[in-house]
């Protein structure tokens, strides 16, 4: 777990400075606070000697004051911590999903998008916790237990000793709970993952679920994936009001026992009477981080799972990324020239007994000119296309284009030049507009966008977004289900037109469209070609 931890440091390190003097703010309120004993004993001894209406009221003053200066830097301790801990909060956010963003499809093939939404969301919420509460109060408690004990021991070593031994079982237990309870939040962290993503597959399927009428057998699983979550909850539980029971049933002994053997040490004229009051009121305030370490150690394990679980996306590898020194490409001068030389591929996840999907392609495809790939299904066709713009890498062979090879060129040069409509159409909840400009180039005027959405919606034969109730301004929903199988794949297309590449990627993109349709979106594309 320290070894996780520490890995925090580097997050962390913007805010440094107010997280230290956050620290410095809560260490100093718990030695402030364990200065009251102190004046405690002194009034308590003046009591019953010399003590006079102003020295009493001087010791009631100073402990007021010292109550206040306390309060304030509890105050403090938050002010410094937990505005800067959002921040740290937001930068982890937007690293993780910058990381997702650029992470090649083999890896999105093996997750599931419930677990990285959990990583994103609940995860990244344990860590923020324990920045801004957990790690102070640990370091917190830590100086309180320690400068207390020494102040015990200046009461009286032999009381101090009574609180020492009960410290051995406590050190013990808080080892096996950590052991136990890292394995229970993992379990706990992971389930939620998969809970998120049969949610989201769920909500994305509901159209099927509901035409097949298999909600009830849907929500079968999902009650049973909700009650082995809830099992694992209830153990977690269970385990930290196991160990809280010793945590207070403990020190309440040993306050027991050091109660018996301070009357006797008082009775005896060992120790003062002011100094009992001095011992009991500091143990006081020392308990109370003894009681608190279940709920710091069970934070603790938390954040550390979720920083496991963070950095098994993190420090994952791109495999697809641009080279070092990449060759300099102009994508306003491409003509597109295609060229795959005994090129070969099989998914990574594939049996050892299944051959290459692709098996020493050769393929020239000339500036201007069109090819169609036929072939059964899963013959690799959609495969090959994926290969062009490196969303996968080939296993061996060469892919060219205008001469370069596609591994020499930079990442987002690579994917200027090319484009994809996919027959799976994706569309985002945002306006049909955004939709199609997607890839468009960002520096065109406002006048040179709206004409080239237009011709991008005309040529996919997409121009029923101006008849929609807010044209194209019209926010289409998630995954664009507002509309039709056909309309989506059109507004794919245009999509595809708009972000106009010198290479044109289709993988059936017309499928949905009755024949009069492809037919007219056919022989307008094949004028925006030529």
């Known amino acids: 777990m320290l070894g996780t931890m520490s890995r925090l440091w580097q997050t962390v390190r913007p805010i440094r400075i107010r997280l230290f003097l956050g620290l410095l703010s809560a260490m100093t309120a718990s030695i402030v606070a364990l200065m009251i004993p102190q004046v405690l004993e002194f009034i308590v001894n003046r009591l019953g000697s010399d003590a006079t209406a102003i020295t009493i009221w001087t010791g009631g003053a100073i402990v007021l004051g010292?109550?206040?200066v306390e309060a304030t830097l509890i105050w403090l301790r938050r002010t410094f911590a937990v505005a800067p801990?959002?921040?740290?909060?937001k930068q982890i956010r937007v690293s993780f999903y910058e990381k997702v963003q650029h992470l090649p499809v083999t890896f999105h093939?093996?997750?599931?998008?419930?677990?990285?939404?959990s990583r994103m969301m609940s995860d990244i919420n344990q860590i923020r916790r324990w920045i801004a509460f957990g790690m102070i109060m640990a370091v917190t408690n830590a100086v309180t237990i320690i400068v207390g004990m020494t102040l015990?021991?200046?009461?009286?070593?032999?009381?101090?000793?009574?609180?020492?031994?009960?410290?051995?079982?406590?050190?013990?237990?808080?080892?096996?709970?950590?052991?136990?309870?890292?394995?229970?939040?993992?379990?706990?962290?992971?389930?939620?993952?998969?809970?998120?993503?049969?949610?989201?597959?769920?909500?994305?399927?509901?159209?099927?679920?509901?035409?097949?009428?298999?909600?009830?057998?849907?929500?079968?699983?999902?009650?049973?994936?909700?009650?082995?979550?809830?099992?694992?909850?209830?153990?977690?539980?269970?385990a930290i009001a196991?160990?809280?029971?010793?945590?207070?049933?403990?020190?309440?002994?040993?306050?027991?026992?050091?109660?018996?053997?301070?009357?006797?040490?008082?009775?005896?004229?060992?120790?003062?009477t002011g100094q009992l009051a001095s011992y009991f009121a500091t143990a006081t305030l020392v308990v109370g981080p003894v009681r608190m370490l279940g709920m710091l150690l069970g934070q603790a394990v938390n954040a550390s799972t979720a920083l496991d679980r963070h950095y098994e996306v993190m420090d994952t590898e791109n495999t697809i990324v641009s080279p070092a020194d990449p060759?300099?490409?102009?994508?306003?001068?491409?003509?597109?020239?295609?060229?795959?030389s005994d090129v070969h591929f099989r998914y990574a996840d594939a049996p050892d007994h299944v051959g290459d999907v692709l098996d020493g392609v050769d393929l020239d495809i000339r500036p201007g000119e069109t090819m169609a790939l036929v072939g059964v299904t899963g013959s690799g066709k959609s495969t090959l296309l994926q290969l062009v713009p490196r969303l996968y890498d080939i296993d061996?062979?060469?892919?060219?284009?205008?001469?370069?090879?596609?591994?020499?060129?930079?990442?987002?040069?690579?994917?200027?030049?090319?484009?994809?409509?996919?027959e799976d159409a994706t569309l985002f909840s945002d306006s049909v507009r955004d939709n199609v400009l997607l890839g468009a180039d960002p520096a065109l005027s406002a006048q040179e966008a709206e004409d080239l959405l237009h011709l991008a919606l005309r040529t996919a034969d997409a121009t029923y977004a101006y008849e929609l109730p807010d044209g194209v301004d019209t926010r289409i929903g998630e995954e664009g289900m507002s509309l039709s199988g056909g309309q989506r794949q059109r507004l794919a297309l245009a999509r595809a037109i708009a972000a106009k590449p010198a290479v044109l990627l289709?993988?059936?993109?017309?499928?949905?469209?009755?024949?009069?349709?492809?037919?007219?979106?056919t022989a307008r594309l094949r004028e925006v070609l030529e």
Request: net charge negative; charged share 20%.
């Open 396 to 422: 061996s062979g060469t892919i060219m284009i205008d001469g370069v090879d596609i591994r020499d060129m930079d990442l987002a040069t690579l994917r200027t030049l090319t484009a994809v409509a996919f």
């Open 506 to 521: 289709l993988d059936d993109p017309l499928s949905a469209l009755d024949t009069k349709t492809e037919e007219t979106v």
């Open 242 to 272: 196991r160990f809280d029971m010793f945590m207070f049933m403990l020190p309440e002994a040993a306050l027991g026992v050091a109660l018996l053997v301070g009357l006797h040490l008082t009775a005896s004229g060992n120790i003062t």
């Open 66 to 68: 010292l109550g206040i």
């Open 85 to 89: 801990s959002t921040t740290v909060e």
């Open 152 to 238: 015990l021991i200046r009461s009286s070593a032999v009381l101090a000793l009574i609180f020492f031994v009960a410290a051995v079982p406590v050190t013990v237990i808080a080892y096996r709970f950590n052991r136990s309870f890292s394995v229970l939040s993992r379990l706990s962290q992971d389930q939620n993952g998969d809970l998120a993503t049969t949610i989201e597959q769920s909500v994305q399927g509901i159209r099927v679920l509901k035409a097949f009428g298999r909600g009830p057998t849907a929500l079968q699983g999902f009650t049973e994936q909700a009650e082995e979550l809830r099992r694992t909850e209830v153990r977690k539980a269970t």
């Open 327 to 340: 060759v300099p490409v102009d994508p306003a001068a491409a003509t597109g020239a295609v060229y795959l």
């Open 109 to 117: 093939d093996g997750w599931g998008s419930g677990q990285l939404l």
